[in-house]
């Protein structure tokens, strides 16, 4: 079955500082990947996605990432977090015929000023 | 604006109540899905359903039940059954096609059950 992990439960970087939230996944086809985030008390939105094509996607508000198929990987970057980016970071695979998604346990992002 | 709706955000009720989450959207979306958020836990899946009138179960739908009589709509009913319902709840709709797994997500509703 396919998983999704994300090895850091918290991550606090400065403001201005760069960003890099892991995810690796367990997918024997090419997987659909996706990050999205939460803020306190809200619903998801969707940040960016990877289905095929460029290995390279950009998303909205700034943010990147990489998928890597020799590390089972889809990394999340930004060179440069705002305060406004704290947040809990979900990285997730699509899975089967009924469009269904795999998350991983998140990550919670603080930022200093 | 088109997007899913959930009410109430907040919900209280006394253990042995059953109680049914709200799930509307207008987003012409043929899936629609339930997740259970518990800190640390990441989503669980709960039901989803691919069309009207019919749902299936996902990773832990003992103690919850579902309905989805039109497309716009799937409520979730916590029943009584369920061991430990306070959470954070959380719906979402797909567009149609297989293979089109971007799922969009309503606001959430917090149940507390004392």
């Known amino acids: 079955a396919q998983s999704v992990t994300q090895p850091d439960i918290h991550i606090t970087v400065s403001e201005g500082a760069s960003l890099e939230l892991r995810c690796n996944y367990s997918?024997?086809?090419?997987?659909?990947l996706f990050w999205y985030v939460q803020s306190p008390g809200q619903g998801l939105q969707l940040l960016l996605k990877y289905f095929s094509g460029d290995t390279l996607v950009q998303g909205i508000k700034g943010f990147e990432a990489e998928f890597k198929r020799s590390q089972s990987s889809f990394n999340l970057r930004k060179p440069s977090v705002h305060w406004s980016d704290a947040a809990e970071y979900f990285c997730a695979v699509g899975e089967g015929s009924y469009n269904k998604l795999i998350f991983g346990a998140g990550t919670r992002l603080a930022v200093h000023p | 604006d088109g997007g899913i709706t959930q009410s109430p955000k907040y919900l209280f009720r006394k253990e042995g109540q059953n109680v049914t989450l709200s799930c509307e959207q207008n987003?012409?979306?043929?899936?629609m899905y339930w997740y259970r958020q518990d800190p640390g836990q990441g989503l669980r899946l709960i039901y989803y359903s691919q069309i009207v009138n019919d749902f299936q179960k996902g990773d832990i739908a003992e103690g919850y039940s579902v309905s989805r009589e039109k497309k716009e709509s799937f409520p979730l009913t916590v029943t009584s059954a369920q061991k430990n319902p306070t959470a954070f709840y959380l719906c979402?709709?797909?567009?149609?096609?297989?293979?089109?797994?971007?799922?969009?997500f309503g606001p959430g509703t917090r149940l507390t059950v004392t």
């Open positions: 987003l012409n979306h043929d899936a």
């Open positions: 979402a709709s797909s567009p149609p096609g297989t293979g089109n797994y971007e799922q969009y």
């Open positions: 997918y024997g086809a090419t997987p659909y």
